[in-house]
């Protein structure tokens, strides 16, 4: 079922512009890279209306992926359709040049030419031909600070097909909690979680959602953070942190992950081992941010090993030691390894094949001209923030970015392969998630989605992103609104 | 049923901290005037457990709405409670000393000594004794901007109690929308509604909400704004707004109501007469804010008023002249009239008796001052403004608020009679409306509610407010997160 070699077209994402209703065409979102479109207007009924697979579609009928998107987007278009019979006069013609259909997403599902899918829409006499202009447009849920329950992440999953989003980065575990029930090292969810029962992903759940979003294009990058970001994973991993001294003693306190044992290394690959089996994506996140020295210094044999590795008094090679070595740990198992700048920023002379995530404010372009000038492929979410309490109702500013604004060759520009939204979870959980998200992270979806030239006025944007909105509201997502106005049907969840 | 002299104590508001759950009874939200806390602890089962009358309590069993906060709230303490046989061990025993048990909340409930409400738990070796610092603890849900379904304003009453906030005040229409279906004059909403059929409150509906509040001690204040803010009313009110002129002809433009005619007046006293019929409270809310004058100017009509009654050029002595009669017309129905603070601002000599409510930023403790030299009540609503999209997590800023902390005599000081939330519908509807109030509104009511000095320490209330909302979660209300961690019952209404 899962591979990662052939590839697979995603026709799901693009489907769901396919939403008839009387001018709601002009609501399509995000804008496709061709769309002609006219006044002229055609009844489309239940009956009249069909998908089919083109003659030529490597993908026939049979293909679980498309044949469930067919049926899902049908009853999103028509909710009130009798099921009667049908003649075909509208069809969306469906076209999978190459590629096993039923596969796991991949990461060149949607980037060459060879692959690319072309959607007609004979609907409200509009056609259009669309691709997207990055292949990794990335969505983070942070589910260690607070806990999410199964139904926000589904419900997130469902928001981020609507808007073309493909890639689900799982920041399943963190400082604050570790609610990955591991079946290889039980005890770091049944004491590292916040409720051991209550606030955990068993197997079933990660299976679940990796299921959810497979039929819907997404494929789930899980993130293990190390060696920072752990103090949640020594409640039930026992000589994992690194003892922090005060003066001659150990302090009781805990810092990152110790670096200097072989026994971290045993226990990271066994849980990387078993990460993949569970997750079948050919990424795997290995975080490497925000790595506070401070309890390395004052621990006395990691000054020994410091100075037996002849790393001085620099403790980012340190970092770059630890890291090339779970680096080592995914690539051996076929893993590519995505990480915080922060490890591309204190890297060695020897430097890893990784996929560098920028993630730090201030010039953020500076440093993405820096990660592809050294060769690396970059993924940007320094902009896309959508978790600050700050003023961020303006999703104008999500929108205005410019992910290859900076000077660089055409070789570096292509090193870009896409960007991410971030929902940290400090003051997030399931009460406000919906809400913060959308349509906010529309707004970067667009702009990692179409092309820039023809999306590049906020004004005109405006309007479509409110129909979107609306349209949102209406299949159930927890929309927040952008201003003053009204959806014909508006959230009643309440 | 509903009256306004006899006044009646409010019980139910204070039953909400009896949350028996081991450690939880820390988590009293707002503090109590008086609490003694003892870490002893009794068993408390659903069979040993009632509440009951004083025997010299005025109201006894079948005051309607005791009866049904003690059954609502038994539910609320014991969900999962099997009906079986009861005997009294614990009891909540209710005194209310005076009053009409079941008449319409006022003013009165709850500010003066000889009202007071005595409630004796023992419960955790806990005594508590208990009065509201404010007799007007308001909040305010603006359903113009966008149309709030029943059910969220319904839940922002159940929320309302839990928290102890005594009036709701309906900021019911506005520019974008008339949603309010008079019965005297029902083109403003068929006309004026964003959707005349599904945008509207229905008799029915107000009925509804005002029985909802009634029975957990809430009044509900309508706000029906003029002379500005009034754009929506003109579409099914022909001749009630001001037709703007550009040079010597009307330019299709209108502006706020207009003054200068006797039709207007009649409008008014045919639609006030309305309020007086639907809602009972003895405050009606006339607004009176951000009049824009260049309508006003550019009318010749307009100008010849101004010069026949003497207003030389001064347009906020038309406003004076429209409010006082605005005024007059409520104070004829035996409606206390509520006002913006502009009206105060610009008041003539002749000052009528009106509550002035202080909502614009600066200073606001110095327009308090200026009221309350004047005589005049206030409600303080400036440092409440929970709608705002900026940084508005930081709930601490809406806690530190001290609405006394003027310069001013113990009268001055007796005339502010309380405050008010302000959730303005600018960037809210149903989809964000109860994480953008809870917990961060709790932070004003126990402003309102405690005793300052006992309550002055952010660090202190922190934990106690996580606590709360975790309640809130439990009890169904959408209380987004402080900062990192968990509750028991996490919210999954997604």
């Given at each position: 079922m899962f591979q990662t070699e052939r590839r697979f077209l995603r026709l799901l994402f693009l489907l769901c512009i396919l939403h008839y209703e009387a001018g709601q065409v002009f609501g399509v979102w995000p804008m496709p890279q061709?769309?002609?479109?006219?006044?002229?207007?055609?009844?489309?009924?239940?009956?009249?209306?069909?998908?089919?697979?083109?003659?030529?579609?490597?993908?026939?009928?049979?293909?679980?992926?498309?044949?469930?998107?067919?049926?899902?987007?049908?009853?999103?278009?028509?909710?009130?359709?009798?099921?009667?019979?049908?003649?075909?006069?509208?069809?969306?013609?469906?076209?999978?040049?190459?590629?096993?259909?039923?596969?796991?997403?991949?990461?060149?599902?949607?980037?060459?030419?060879?692959?690319?899918?072309?959607?007609?829409?004979?609907?409200?006499?509009?056609?259009?031909?669309?691709?997207?202009?990055?292949?990794?447009?990335?969505?983070?849920?942070?589910?260690?600070?607070?806990?999410?329950?199964?139904?926000?992440?589904?419900?997130?999953?469902?928001?981020?097909?609507?808007?073309?989003?493909?890639?689900?980065?799982?920041?399943?575990?963190?400082?604050?909690?570790?609610?990955?029930?591991?079946?290889?090292?039980?005890?770091?969810?049944?004491?590292?979680?916040?409720?051991?029962?209550?606030?955990?992903?068993?197997?079933?759940?990660?299976?679940?959602?990796?299921?959810?979003?497979?039929?819907?294009?997404?494929?789930?990058?899980?993130?293990?953070?190390?060696?920072?970001?752990?103090?949640?994973?020594?409640?039930?991993?026992?000589?994992?942190?690194?003892?922090?001294?005060?003066?001659?003693?150990?302090?009781?306190?805990?810092?990152?992950?110790?670096?200097?044992?072989?026994?971290?290394?045993?226990?990271?690959?066994?849980?990387?081992?078993?990460?993949?089996?569970?997750?079948?994506?050919?990424?795997?996140?290995?975080?490497?941010?925000?790595?506070?020295?401070?309890?390395?210094?004052?621990?006395?044999?990691?000054?020994?090993?410091?100075?037996?590795?002849?790393?001085?008094?620099?403790?980012?090679?340190l970092e770059s030691y630890y890291i090339e070595n779970i680096v080592n740990i995914s690539s051996a198992l076929n893993k590519t390894p995505i990480v915080w700048q922060d490890v591309f920023d204190y890297r060695e002379r020897h430097r890893p094949q990784y996929v560098v995530e920028v993630w730090k404010g201030g010039c953020y372009l500076c440093e993405v001209r820096r990660v592809t000038k050294a060769g690396l492929k970059v993924i940007l979410a320094a902009p896309f923030y959508l978790d600050l309490p700050g003023p961020t109702h303006n999703w104008a500013r999500y929108y205005n970015v410019r992910p290859l604004a900076f000077k660089g060759t055409d070789q570096q520009k292509a090193l870009v392969i896409g960007g991410e939204v971030c929902m940290w979870g400090e003051y997030v959980d399931a009460t406000n998630l919906h809400p913060r998200l959308w349509p906010r992270a529309c707004a970067a979806a667009e702009r990692l989605w179409s092309n820039e030239e023809m999306t590049s006025n906020v004004d005109q944007a405006f309007p479509r992103l409110e129909k979107f909105r609306c349209s949102l509201i209406r299949r159930g997502i927890q929309a927040e609104p952008l201003f003053v106005g009204y959806c014909k049907d508006e959230y009643r969840g309440v």
């Open positions: 061709q769309i002609t479109q006219s006044t002229d207007r055609y009844l489309l009924s239940p009956q009249s209306f069909s998908f089919s697979y083109s003659k030529d579609s490597a993908a026939q009928s049979g293909c679980s992926v498309l044949d469930s998107a067919f049926k899902r987007y049908y009853s999103l278009i028509f909710p009130d359709a009798a099921d009667g019979a049908r003649k075909t006069e509208f069809s969306i013609n469906t076209l999978v040049k190459s590629g096993e259909c039923d596969g796991y997403p991949d990461e060149g599902s949607d980037e060459s030419c060879e692959y690319l899918l072309f959607i007609f829409y004979f609907v409200n006499k509009t056609e259009i031909q669309d691709f997207p202009r990055f292949e990794f447009r990335g969505l983070l849920l942070d589910t260690s600070r607070h806990y999410l329950p199964l139904n926000a992440i589904l419900k997130t999953l469902d928001a981020m097909a609507y808007s073309k989003f493909n890639v689900f980065h799982w920041h399943i575990v963190d400082d604050p909690s570790f609610p990955y029930q591991s079946y290889s090292y039980p005890d770091l969810s049944s004491k590292g979680a916040f409720h051991p029962m209550t606030h955990i992903y068993t197997q079933s759940d990660v299976k679940r959602v990796i299921s959810h979003a497979r039929m819907r294009g997404i494929r789930v990058i899980p993130e293990f953070d190390t060696p920072g970001h752990t103090q949640s994973w020594g409640k039930g991993q026992p000589n994992l942190l690194t003892p922090c001294y005060k003066g001659d003693v150990p302090s009781g306190t805990f810092g990152p992950v110790n670096p200097i044992l072989d026994s971290t290394y045993q226990f990271m690959s066994g849980l990387f081992k078993e990460m993949k089996s569970v997750f079948p994506d050919s990424y795997v996140h290995l975080g490497g941010d925000e790595v506070n020295f401070a309890c390395w210094k004052s621990n006395p044999n990691v000054r020994a090993f410091m100075t037996k590795m002849g790393f001085g008094h620099d403790y980012t090679k």
